[in-house]
């Protein structure tokens, strides 16, 4: 019996996000943005740069507030997208 499906993809040639895209199947709705002070990795992947901000986009504020549970457990499908430079319109 298969309990939970969880996937990871990398999506190449974002160089922006904004609330209203459509990125990998994803509408974005909300976007929460975080400065990171120090680099990490999971699984050989690099997905914190120090001194650099990365953004996760879904397609609600709570889907965003809530996707990944305190024991890492997937809850909504969402993009992290990293390093980013962000830029205010």
């Known amino acids: 019996?298969?309990?939970?499906?969880?996937?990871?993809?990398?999506v190449n040639g974002v160089q922006s996000v904004s609330v209203g895209d459509d990125i990998a199947g994803v509408r974005v709705g909300a976007?929460?943005?975080?400065?990171?002070?120090?680099?990490?990795?999971?699984?050989?992947?690099?997905?914190?740069?120090?001194?650099?901000?990365?953004?996760?986009?879904?397609?609600?504020k709570e889907e965003v507030e809530t996707?990944?549970?305190?024991?890492?457990t997937k809850r909504f499908?969402?993009?992290?997208v990293a390093p980013i430079r962000m830029q205010v319109e």
């Open 1 to 10: 019996m298969i309990t939970q499906v969880s996937a990871f993809e990398a």
């Open 77 to 80: 499908d969402y993009i992290h």
């Open 31 to 60: 976007i929460r943005c975080s400065f990171h002070h120090r680099d990490a990795s999971y699984g050989g992947e690099q997905y914190m740069w120090r001194g650099r901000w990365a953004c996760l986009a879904g397609r609600s």
């Open 67 to 72: 996707a990944v549970a305190e024991d890492g």
